[in-house]
């Protein structure tokens, strides 16, 4: 078998290590001294939330086959075993950072958190005070024994564990007790500030209750306790084939989705080796799921101390973002989609304009139709009010709510409920398929015939996290265009058999045998001598077929470059393999999460956008769009901003190693090139951000 042949054996990276790779870029702008020191606690929280869903999703079936002692397959106890020691290895490294360099350089900056060895009496009475108004009354300590088995202890939910001495009321030696902190109170309260003191002081509700458990329980002493959480798996299976009604199913499973397979337990570092032994015997967990951390069981709490700190010279400078430049303020977007398409790059351009083309379609009398696919829309969202207040003027709304879309599903659910109950047509997609296809349909009457006008996406309809994450938005009247979304409005809705589309590739029935005969027409033109080029952006690639596909391309003389944001498994630059393949990482201060497939092929140029990852289960087990983009002027303006810029970035990216690394695309080279570094986001948030 030749070096060249398509059925090469490559060497896969593994995608569960790539991802915990992913979370080491992010925690490297954490240490970073030249970002703001609030934002570098941000990033720590950041990874700790990302950790906490790997667990969630990831973590099962590595937990499951170590416990089998398997020894063959995809998850095995060595897979559990060498992702729990890397792990072990990020968390240490979290809290290092954490304690050794944040907290020193926040107390210097004048906040602190004041721990009970450092408070003062007038502190320590306004604990106590606070304590006894505010949490005590909410806590409820049980001591274990026959009658009071060991309580559910719900997903990430904070609680101690206490051993005692003396005896209850009842003249016996239970020992061990259990106290839950409800979510419902702060993790961090900003305390009175002290007479002639500019420092601003915090405590944490653990350090809170912790200094106030001996109250909890008159008559006997503590003689020794620790703050635990513990992480289970969180996500819903729902059989679609057996259930009657989606809705009502995901609504069960949703309330069991917090006492799920229990897969990690964390303790304070000091917590002694009978109670750490005694959980883990508790949630049934091995010596690995064990990680003693020293400091607070859950920075993703942090949150709530960054918020409570007017400091902004410790923040990212704001940023407003600018109005769309292809858009005047005030124009009707129907006059302006019928002279030709608009972009719109978020968040260096304003999602607002998205909701204002909604607006002006709800609130215009010619508009007869919106359709609208719902993945995560977010909380409290102007866009399904908008469509409710469509419903109430007489048009016809129809919202394909994906009800599966993870950790949305309850909020998704309600926005259904809510839009039925107005008497909007409310679709939930095809059993077993989620519908992560981002578009908006606008029907309107015009001279007396119907018009089309569409949105399409790389991202989600999310006015929140539009602010936070790159996106490429489309606006467009194209007829052959806006007819092929109205035939996917219909398949969605009725289930009918797609027609032959147009000009939009959907998965699970066109896209990935159409990129696979993208990439395969590329490696067949540089085996014939023609030029041939690929660049991918994307936030993660871990379909084999297509990484194969890819590898192939590159032996043939492809040049192939891969901007993905996470997960890849396709190793570069590896010789005889991926020579011709450069994988890159951007991790910047906005979440990279479009997606841009660029062929060009001969002379002949392709762009694409669209809502999917390369990923098996976004090419074969969801609804996704992906669309070409035909405007000369549109395609190099992608190109400029999310591949060129990209490619060229050597301030943010990073450069995957044959063996699985990553390294800085700024390391190395001469003194001049590192002076002169280029961050494409810092670039574009220049260019587009608001003068006003």
Known sequence: MSASSPQTKIPFLDRDHSILAFNERVMDWARRPNVPL??????????????????????APHLSAFKANEQRGLYTAQTHQLIA????????????????ELLPLLEKKGIKLISHGERNPRQRRWIKEYFSREVQPLLLPI???????????????????????GKDAFGRENEIAIVKVPRILPRFFRMPPVK???QTHFVSISSLIRSHLGDLFPGRQVTEFSQ???????DLAVDEEEVKNLRTALRKGLQQRHYGEALRLEVTAGCSEYLSGFLLAQFGLPEQALYRVPGPVNLVRLNQLIDQVDAPALRF?????????????GQSFFERLQQGDVLIHQPYESFDAVLAFLREAVEDPQVLAIKQTIYRAGARSELMNLLREAVRRGKEVTAVVELKARFDEEANINYAERLESVGAQVV???????????????????????????????????????????DLNYLTADEALTADLDQIFLHLASQNRLPKLNKALIAPFHLHKAMLEKVDAAAAAAREGKEARIILKMNALTDEQLSRALAHASQQGVKVDIIVRGACILPAQVPGITDNVQVRSIIGRLLEHSRVFYFRVDGNEELWLSSADWMNRNMLRRLELAWPVTDA????????????????DNKDAWLLQPDGRYVPAGQGGTVKARSAQHSAQAALMARYGSKG
């Open 38 to 59: 609030l934002e570098r606690l941000r990033y720590l929280s950041i990874v700790s939330s990302n950790l906490d869903e790997f667990f969630e999703v990831r973590m």
């Open 85 to 100: 020691d890397k792990i072990h290895q990020l968390v240490a490294q979290q809290y290092a950072i954490y304690n050794d």
């Open 143 to 165: 001591g274990l024994d026959p009658s009071h088995p060991f309580p559910q202890v719900a997903n990430k939910s904070l609680n101690f564990i206490v051993r005692l001495t």
């Open 196 to 198: 002639g003191s500019k």
């Open 228 to 234: 635990f959480r513990v992480t289970r798996h969180s």
């Open 317 to 329: 400078e704001r940023y407003s973002a600018g109005w769309p430049a292809q858009l005047t303020p």
């Open 428 to 470: 939930y997609g095809v059993v077993g398929l989620k519908t992560h296809a981002k578009m908006l349909l606008v029907t309107r009457r015009e001279d007396g015939q119907l018009r089309r006008y569409a949105h399409m996406s790389t991202g989600n309809y999310n006015a929140s996290t539009a602010k936070l994450y790159t």
């Open 633 to 648: 002027s549109l395609r190099n303006r992608i190109m400029d901003e999310c591949l060129t810029a990209s490619l060229h």
